[in-house]
Nanobody, 126 residues
Framework: QVQLVESGGGLVQAGDSLRLSCVAS?????????MGWFRQAPGRERDFVAA????????HYSDSVKGRFTVSRDNAKNTVFLQMNSLKPEDTAIYYC??????????????????WGQGAQVTVSS
């Protein structure tokens, strides 16, 4: 099993920044796995935001956040980060981190991910 705990969400104004963290633990977790971030707004499906391979050399972002969000990881601390800059009201959602138990794959589909955190609320006011 793998446990994922997100932190860093909150209420901010448009143009502000936030950094989300996700700490992984559990016997089944490996730093060789891809880590992803997704978000889900009320009444909408869970959408891909960003993903990073174990080495950090593989990165992928959704078009809606490219240039504003940065995903990174610290394998020594089993932690993945999502730095969110220039936040917009449409970024308001619950943000989830997830583990894909495949090395060097950057899937955009939630179904490819095996474990999920509980989510962190991000609210951006205009």
């Amino acid at each position: 099993q793998v446990q994922l705990v997100e932190s860093g969400g909150g209420l901010v104004q448009a143009g502000d920044s936030l950094r989300l963290s996700c700490v992984a633990s559990g016997r089944s977790f490996s730093n060789f796995y891809t880590m992803g971030w997704f978000r889900q707004a009320p009444g909408r499906e869970r959408d891909f935001v960003a993903a990073i391979t174990w080495s950090g050399s593989g990165l992928h972002y959704s078009d809606s956040v490219k240039g504003r969000f940065t995903v990174s990881r610290d394998n020594a601390k089993n932690t993945v980060f999502l730095q969110m800059n220039s936040l917009k009201p449409e970024d308001t959602a619950i943000y989830y981190c997830a583990v894909e138990q495949i090395v060097n794959d950057l899937s955009l589909h939630p179904s490819a991910y095996d474990y999920w955190g509980q989510g962190a609320q991000v609210t951006v006011s205009s």
